[in-house]
């Protein structure tokens, strides 16, 4: 049996065991069980015997060997396609839509997951050759670690701070403390939003921050992350109950309007600060201004 065997096993096993730790369905309920997570567990014993094999050729010198890694790199990026494409159109059919940049992210980040398989595969699978079984297991703990700290990623709580404010009427139009989100002209409307309604404050803690939140992709995010978690009482055709996040233009705060099914406003406050801080929102310009 070739000396390359054991520990090529163990990079593979490595690999997939490192997919299956990133591969979490949470509120959002994507990836879906059970036909979402095995396509994502296929992909990923794919790329950690992509990644496995890469080691013993290189080690025999087998450089055209290497070419698979370019056929890796051009499958995952059809599967970054896949889940834009897929999330694309599940989002015409939601109530309140996740928006194109969060499904960018997500799409970014399925893309990702499979080259940090990758890398774990081939750091797992060298260990163990050159070294030993134990080094190959300390380098797995240590690239789980880092793929643990990789997939964490920002939340809106670190950016901002976030307040609960009731909604209000001043005659037709509806207010988040002293920011204005839409004209609602029927009474029994109004009532309604009194009832079930309730608001939330954004306050941006730096610049960089508040141009952040000032991106509407960032904001669908935050609406579409706490409707989710808590419902959101409304349906096809009531245009008075979409929720709605407004910017107010003098100092760069957020008035975030929802109406949830489950009206708890700790549960909604938490959910909000968890919100991710999308890749493709977030905006440094303080440092623009240093240069």
């Known amino acids: ?45 794919i790329a950690a015997s992509l990644g496995t094999i890469a080691v013993p050729a290189l080690l025999e010198q087998q450089y055209t060997a290497i070419t698979f890694l370019t056929l890796a790199a051009s499958q995952f990026r059809e599967v970054r396609n896949m889940e834009r494409n897929t999330l694309t159109q599940l989002d015409a059919y939601e109530l309140v839509p996740r928006g194109s940049t969060y499904i960018e992210g997500i799409a970014i980040a399925f893309e990702s997951r499979n080259y940090l398989v990758i890398f774990t595969s081939v750091l797992t699978t060298l260990a163990s050759i050159l070294f030993s079984f134990w080094a190959g297991a300390v380098v797995t703990l240590l690239c789980m670690i880092a793929a643990r700290v990789l997939m964490a990623g920002g939340k809106l709580g670190d950016i901002c701070e976030v307040r609960h404010v009731p909604p209000r009427f001043e005659g ?21 939003i009194l009832r079930y309604g309730t608001g939330f404050l954004l306050l941006p803690k730096n610049f960089n921050a508040r141009t952040t939140i000032a991106n509407l992709g960032q904001r669908q995010a935050i609406l579409h992350d706490v409707s989710t978690a808590l ?22 705060r957020v ?17 909000i600060r968890r919100v991710p801080t999308l890749e493709n929102a977030i905006r440094m310009p303080a440092k623009r201004l240093r240069i």
Do not use: C, W
């Not at 065997?5 to 369905?25: C, D, E, K, N, Q």
């Not at 419902?231 to 760069?252: E, M």
């Open 172 to 192: 037709e139009g509806l207010y988040i403390d002293d920011i204005y989100i839409m004209n609602i002209g029927l009474p029994e409307r109004r009532e309604e």
């Open 231 to 252: 419902g959101v009482h409304r349906d096809s055709g009531t245009p008075a109950l979409v929720p709605l996040a407004k910017r107010d233009q003098n100092d760069g």
């Open 1 to 45: 049996m070739s000396e390359y065997f054991y520990p090529s096993l163990f990079g593979i096993s490595a690999g997939v065991l490192a997919r299956i730790l990133m591969l979490r369905t949470d509120y959002r309920q994507y990836p879906t069980y059970l036909h979402g997570k095995i396509i994502h567990i296929a992909l990923g014993f």
């Open 255 to 271: 008035a975030v309007f929802i109406l949830p099914q489950e009206k708890n406003v700790e549960k909604a406050l938490e959910i």
